[in-house]
């Protein structure tokens, strides 16, 4: 892989753009990435891509790879198409004849990324960790809590045959640092930081009086714990008796899963005074609109390995506040401590309790902070503050040295 020889990658993903949050906003970051390195990339998806993904990867320089489907199949796509069948699904004369790097994804394609390398000897795998299922799963009820015994020691187990693994995050970094220790042989295990998307960097967010939004993004069935939308929404209730303006807005609502998402969260507001808004599923361009529209943007996870939309927040410009129990909230102390980020942004880590007996009481610590920012008095001065912390988030150039690493790995080149 030196000289004038073409290098070729594959990043094995079911989409391109972002709809669905952190692991394909850092799959197309990665894509990006090795397209200024001068790799030619290939990157596989499980639906004709939407005009806007394709416009990306035309914009990118990347080609997306579709799987092959019977005209008289009307079975829905999915992940098992990538990991088991894709000698079937994307077969050799829809594939690169050569391909040198092989790109997978921990918990959704790291499998498929390892079944096809098996069609490419020579490539290097390299895996990217987005969670910690001790962590996550056990929010997500018993089976998963149960499942993610067997989930870390597969990545485990895993990681030893990639040519290297990559941790979004110093939290996800930290945790497999540990668990490689297992091994005989050393892991090439290296830290990854994400770079909020460009969009998110260019976005002008004006300050509106008026009606006060909300916004939180992410899906609500089977990780409202997980993900904290239950501390939210209880929080957003009692914010609305001190805020009668004061509006919850959720994107990220699966179409069959919005009369239970919206029966969960009306479950937890324990007011009849506030309707919450569902959003379906957006796109970068839609996220940045709500930003946009928006007043606050909260993260309340109890457990987020890492915290792509408080990120790509900060970037926008928009108040935020963020879950202590982030890697984000990581990122941005230890931002504090080298001196890039005031450190007047430690008012916008939030205490987040883990139990579900904690809920009354984290709903409350929420709720004081929301009604803080959100109060007229108050308000102005806060988007001044969030203007300031963008521009000292996007002039730490925190994410250059791990970007670098990425592509010395990949390619072999410094």
Same mark, same amino acid.
């Given at each position: 892989?030196?000289?004038?020889?073409?290098?070729?990658?594959?990043?094995?993903?079911?989409?391109?753009?972002?709809?669905?949050?952190?692991?394909?906003?850092?799959?197309?970051?990665?894509?990006?990435?090795?397209?200024?390195?001068?790799?030619?990339?290939?990157?596989?998806?499980?639906?004709?891509?939407?005009?806007?993904?394709?416009?990306?990867?035309?914009?990118?320089?990347?080609?997306?790879?579709?799987?092959?489907?019977?005209?008289?199949?009307?079975?829905?796509?999915?992940?098992?198409?990538?990991?088991?069948?894709?000698?079937?699904?994307?077969?050799?004369?829809?594939?690169?004849?050569?391909?040198?790097?092989?790109?997978?994804?921990?918990?959704?394609?790291?499998?498929?990324?390892?079944?096809?390398?098996?069609?490419?000897?020579?490539?290097?795998?390299?895996?990217?960790?987005?969670?910690?299922?001790? !962590?996550?799963?056990?929010?997500?009820?018993?089976?998963?809590?149960?499942?993610?015994?067997?989930?870390?020691?597969?990545?485990?187990?895993?990681?030893?045959?990639?040519?290297?693994?990559?941790?979004?995050?110093?939290?996800?970094?930290?945790?497999?640092?540990?668990?490689?220790?297992?091994? !005989?042989?050393?892991?090439?295990?290296?830290?990854?930081?994400?770079?909020?998307?460009?969009?998110?960097?260019?976005?002008?967010?004006?300050?509106?009086?008026?009606?006060?939004?909300?916004?939180?993004?992410?899906?609500?069935?089977?990780?409202?714990?997980?993900?904290?939308?239950?501390?939210?929404?209880?929080?957003?209730?009692?914010?609305?008796?001190?805020?009668?303006?004061?509006?919850?807005?959720?994107?990220?609502?699966?179409?069959?899963?919005?009369?239970?998402?919206?029966?969960?969260?009306?479950?937890?507001?324990?007011? $009849?005074?506030?309707?919450?808004?569902?959003?379906?599923? $957006?796109? @970068?361009?839609?996220?940045?609109?709500?930003?946009?529209?928006?007043?606050?943007?909260?993260?309340?996870?109890?457990?987020?390995?890492? $915290?792509?939309?408080?990120?790509?927040?900060?970037?926008? $410009?928009?108040?935020?506040?963020?879950?202590?129990?982030?890697?984000?909230?990581?990122?941005?102390?230890?931002?504090?401590?080298?001196?890039?980020?005031?450190?007047?942004?430690?008012?916008?880590?939030?205490?987040?309790?883990?139990?579900?007996?904690?809920?009354?009481?984290?709903?409350?610590?929420?709720?004081?902070?929301?009604? !803080?920012?959100?109060?007229?008095?108050?308000?102005?001065?806060?988007?001044?503050?969030?203007?300031?912390?963008?521009? @000292?988030?996007? @002039?730490?150039?925190?994410?250059?040295?791990?970007?670098?690493?990425?592509?010395?790995?990949?390619?072999?080149?410094?």
């Amino acid at each position: 892989m030196a000289g004038s020889i073409v290098i070729t990658a594959l990043l094995v993903n079911d989409e391109y753009g972002s709809s669905k949050g952190g692991i394909s906003t850092v799959n197309r970051e990665l894509a990006r990435l090795l397209r200024k390195g001068k790799v030619d990339v290939y990157c596989t998806v499980l639906y004709p891509p939407p005009k806007e993904d394709q416009d990306c990867a035309d914009r990118d320089g990347v080609k997306l790879l579709t799987p092959f489907r019977d005209p008289e199949d009307s079975r829905e796509p999915c992940i098992e198409w990538l990991t088991y069948d894709h000698p079937t699904r994307y077969p050799n004369r829809m594939m690169p004849e050569q391909v040198d790097i092989i790109v997978g994804h921990f918990p959704i394609t790291n499998q498929a990324a390892n079944n096809i390398s098996e069609r490419y000897p020579d490539a290097k795998t390299i895996l990217c960790n987005h969670v910690i299922p001790f !962590d996550t799963d056990h929010f997500k009820g018993d089976a998963a809590a149960i499942a993610a015994v067997s989930k870390e020691k597969r990545l485990t187990k895993e990681a030893k045959d990639a040519h290297a693994v990559f941790s979004v995050g110093n939290r996800i970094h930290g945790h497999y640092d540990n668990q490689y220790r297992v091994h !005989d042989t050393p892991i090439s295990h290296h830290l990854y930081l994400p770079q909020p998307s460009e969009n998110f960097a260019n976005t002008n967010v004006k300050y509106g009086a008026g009606e006060k939004v909300v916004l939180t993004v992410g899906r609500v069935t089977r990780v409202e714990r997980l993900k904290g939308l239950d501390i939210a929404a209880k929080a957003m209730g009692m914010v609305k008796e001190k805020i009668p303006n004061a509006r919850l807005r959720v994107r990220g609502i699966a179409v069959d899963d919005y009369a239970r998402s919206k029966n969960i969260l009306e479950d937890n507001l324990d007011s $009849g005074k506030l309707v919450p808004t569902l959003l379906p599923y $957006g796109t @970068e361009r839609e996220i940045i609109q709500d930003i946009r529209q928006a007043h606050l943007v909260l993260m309340p996870s109890r457990a987020e390995p890492f $915290g792509m939309v408080g990120l790509e927040a900060i970037a926008a $410009g928009i108040p935020v506040l963020i879950s202590d129990q982030s890697g984000l909230a990581d990122l941005m102390r230890e931002l504090m401590e080298k001196g890039k980020v005031s450190a007047d942004f430690r008012h916008k880590i939030v205490s987040t309790g883990l139990r579900d007996s904690d809920l009354e009481q984290a709903a409350q610590v929420w709720a004081d902070k929301i009604v !803080d920012i959100l109060d007229d008095m108050n308000l102005k001065s806060e988007f001044k503050k969030a203007a300031g912390f963008k521009k @000292e988030l996007l @002039e730490s150039k925190y994410w250059e040295e791990s970007h670098k690493t990425f592509l010395e790995v990949c390619c072999g080149r410094k």
